[in-house]
């Protein structure tokens, strides 16, 4: 085993004669590719050439260690398919020094030998060194079985050479994350359009899902969103296995729970956590990212990779990250303009209605009244024809009833939970920011029944106080709380406002609110959360019977 000297500055020593010309253009071509690919095969292909090395082969390392990357040349492909994985540092690759290298004419008499994989080639004569970027170790480099042993000058050379190679690399891996953050912006703004232009069409979904894929050089994506109750369900799935995920809830105490709870993206050698679904198990690599909108979970992209795939990095996350908030944020723009698209149809619909009592219904009201009393003075043969007609006019009346008792009944016949949630949802561009909410939306769906007039009450009074908490307030944050318990409907709003003095008298419809709990034997009231502090904020309490 011999290391090379080297000059003081750490530099390696110079080449001379017919080697140098030859390290010089292998130098200048590494340095000319931006692709890691390219690189890494003029490095080998240079190494191979100079020192006359039957194989050569460069280890790239993860940060535990341990080989994730494995490129050679000179061996056959089917001899690296039976290896399966590159070599760990132990034996004599343990004793590469992190300056220098290590050469040995006969790698099977080193002390540290310990033998060789089953089907490996034979090795003789072996040289290896490390390469290292910015300070840290990243990988090594071997060369082995030349004619003769490796000589100094080959010894120099290869240390030469790995040090351009690390700059080559590490200026390869920033142009590949470059254009890799490049991909996602794109990607960003591709889902963005698509979710708004329809944002009830999957398509959009769908595609957030296949970029992240073949962005991520994943072999299966899934899109989890929140199901019914508190299960969070895979709704969209891309990739290997898609159909067995499609439709599959999260388990409440597994590692993906955590990272919507948590709002905080991960990634693993494997699937984490001990909570793992059957379908997930075999997956290797793998990233979760939550998409967060306003500091809220909307939803979880999960990538998985093949076992002996290289692993996610941190950057990886970084740029993932960002897709997902790019999409949860299009998602909510699309939520937002869903709800809008609702309460205006909702609207236009109370507002044909009121048109039909106002003008069509009055109009065959006093159409019926007229035919009634012409009915009466006419001689029997045209009365007879006149109340045959007057039956047409009462038909068409029930007719008109049924169509405003439909349209009006629009509004009321959908769930509680769907209705006040839509209220709070509108209300976060007035407020600035999302409140903050806690219900339990089965239990007030159970609760107050479609069609009870409480709904509408409820509603109104959602509406009125988040409306209150945006013109007065001043305040930055919002929390809605909605119960129900013992036959009673109670909703809350605090806020961390100026506080509720001089509110009440104010055409702020807090009169209105009381009279309609008065009206449910229920009561209201509006106080301040803290008092005596600059900013008191306030606490409205609403309550009402829901009989």
């Not at 979970?297 to 990250?321: I, N, T, Y």
């Not at 698209?341 to 019926?368: G, K, P, Y």
């Not at 006019?393 to 016949?413: D, I, N, Y």
């Not at 309609?516 to 309490?541: D, I, K, Q, Y």
Request: charged share 20%; no cysteine; glycine share 8%.
């Amino acid at each position: 085993m011999s290391e090379p000297g080297t000059p003081e500055d750490g530099a390696p020593a110079a080449l001379t004669g017919s080697r140098a010309h030859p390290l010089a253009r292998a130098v200048t071509a590494l340095g000319s590719h931006l692709e890691l690919p390219r690189v890494l095969d003029t490095l080998l292909s240079t190494a191979r050439e100079l020192t006359g090395a039957e194989y050569a082969a460069l280890n790239i390392l993860d940060a535990d260690g341990r080989s994730k990357q494995f490129f050679f040349e000179g061996m056959d492909e089917s001899i690296w398919k039976r290896l399966g994985r590159g070599p760990s540092a132990v034996g004599v690759l343990a004793q590469i020094p992190l300056e220098g290298v290590l050469s040995i004419p006969e790698l099977t008499e080193h002390p540290a030998f310990q033998g060789l994989p089953k089907g490996h080639p034979p090795m003789g004569s072996f040289l290896g060194t490390a390469l290292s970027i910015r300070g840290e170790l990243f990988g090594y480099l071997y060369l082995a079985n030349t004619p003769v042993a490796f000589t100094e000058t080959d010894a120099e050379t290869i240390v030469a050479l790995a040090s351009a190679a690390a700059v080559a690399i590490d200026h390869a891996n920033l142009y590949a994350a470059a254009l890799e953050r490049e991909h996602w912006i794109e990607a960003s703004r591709e889902i963005t359009a698509l979710i708004l232009t329809d944002p009830t069409d999957d398509a959009g979904l769908q595609r957030v899902t296949e970029l992240a894929r073949e962005i991520g050089r994943a072999t299966t994506a899934v899109l989890v969103l929140p199901g019914a109750g508190d299960q969070w369900v895979m709704e969209i799935t891309s990739g290997a296995g898609e159909e067995e995920l499609l439709g599959l809830a999260l388990p409440e105490d597994g590692h993906a729970m955590d990272v919507i709870r948590e709002a905080e993206g991960v990634i693993s050698p494997m699937p984490p956590g001990s909570h793992v679904l059957n379908e997930v198990s075999e997956y290797g690599p793998s990233l979760y990212v939550p998409l967060v909108a306003e500091g809220t979970s909307k939803g979880l992209l999960m990538l998985w990779r093949e076992v002996d795939d290289a692993p996610f990095g941190d950057d990886d996350l970084v740029v993932a990250q960002r897709f997902a908030n790019q999409a949860a944020l299009a998602l909510s723009l699309a939520e937002l303009a869903h709800a809008k698209n609702v309460t205006t149809l909702l609207e236009e619909r109370e507002r044909i209605a009121d048109d039909l009592h106002d003008f069509v219904s009055q109009e065959l009201f006093a159409t019926a009244m007229q035919l009634e009393t012409i009915a009466s003075d006419a001689d029997d043969g045209i009365a007879t024809r006149l109340m045959s007609t007057l039956e047409h006019v009462k038909r068409a009346q029930r007719e008109v009833r049924g169509v405003m008792a439909s349209l009006a009944g629009q509004r009321s016949s959908e769930p509680l939970s769907s209705r006040l949630q839509r209220e709070i949802l509108m209300a976060a561009p007035t407020l600035g920011f999302a409140p903050q909410v806690t219900a339990d939306w089965t239990s007030v769906d159970i609760a107050v029944v479609p069609g009870r007039t409480v709904g509408d009450d409820a509603v109104a009074v959602v509406r009125e106080l988040l409306s209150n908490v945006a013109r007065h307030a001043g305040a930055d944050a919002v929390d809605v709380v909605v119960q129900t318990k013992d036959g009673r409907l109670r909703i809350e709003v605090v806020d961390n406002g100026k506080g509720p003095a001089g509110a009440t008298t104010r055409h702020s419809g807090t009169s209105n609110l009381a009279g309609r709990a008065l009206r449910r034997n229920g009561t209201f009231s509006l106080v301040e959360a803290h008092p005596g502090r600059e900013r008191p904020g306030s606490v409205a309490m609403w309550e009402a019977e829901i009989g």
